[in-house]
């Protein structure tokens, strides 16, 4: 008999995590909320051990704070942790794009610019969710191209503060961002020129950066 591969399932604790996240980051469980293991381990239909777990991951990324033998809450927006945080995502996102342009495929330029009109369609429509969703579409095109795991982990960890904030200036009227940056960025790829992609990454975060500022 050959060697069997293993089945890959998504473990409880990473669907607890994920679902715990995205509700907290999309405004369904405000700063502020006190959070109980066995309230959301009914809603999710799990036990109580993997919702303990993701409450231990989200406490370590900045999503939820801990009082032992007290509470557990959501943690409030933190303008300045949004700024250090989308300081790091930057230069992730100019280590990825400097590596990922030399591997793109037209596959990978079809992908960026299906997401691009996406995001520019969202914009116009004021459509926030799908406006984000596409954006992390487009960025994690060159992500996945550049195949770095620790860039890859740490642009996964930090994200959802910065995202957390997005949302909520673009509710109080702040615009999406920029449809014509994701186009020079795509045409830097298109040329094959790591440094000009790398220069619009740069103004795309130095934007996020700013909605962090009072």
């Not at 992390?136 to 740490?154: M, P, R």
């Not at 702040?174 to 790591?194: F, Q, Y």
């Amino acid at each position: 008999m050959g060697a069997m591969q293993p089945v890959r399932r998504t473990l409880l604790r990473d669907q607890a995590y994920t679902s715990i996240r995205d509700a907290i980051v999309g405004g369904d469980i405000p700063p502020g909320s006190v959070v109980r293991d066995a309230d959301l381990a009914a809603s999710l239909g799990l036990s109580r051990a993997p919702v303990r777990a993701a409450f231990s991951r989200l406490v370590d990324e900045g999503l939820l704070e801990s009082k032992p033998q007290s509470h557990t809450r959501v943690t409030a927006l933190d303008e300045a942790g949004v700024r250090d945080a989308a300081a790091v995502v930057r230069a992730m996102h100019e280590l990825v794009a400097r590596g990922a342009v030399p591997r793109l495929e037209p596959a990978h330029l079809y992908a960026m610019r299906d997401a691009s009109r996406r995001f520019a369609a969202a914009v116009a429509a004021g459509d926030v969710e799908g406006a984000l969703r596409a954006d992390d579409d487009l960025h994690g095109v060159l992500v996945a191209a550049c195949g770095n795991h620790a860039a890859t982990a740490t642009i996964t960890r930090y994200t959802p503060l910065i995202r957390r904030l997005e949302r909520q200036r673009f509710g109080e009227g702040v615009t999406c961002g920029s449809a014509e940056l994701h186009e020079r960025l795509i045409d830097a790829c298109a040329d094959g020129d790591p440094e000009a992609a790398v220069a619009v990454t740069t103004e795309i975060w130095r934007v996020l950066e700013e909605l962090a500022h009072p």
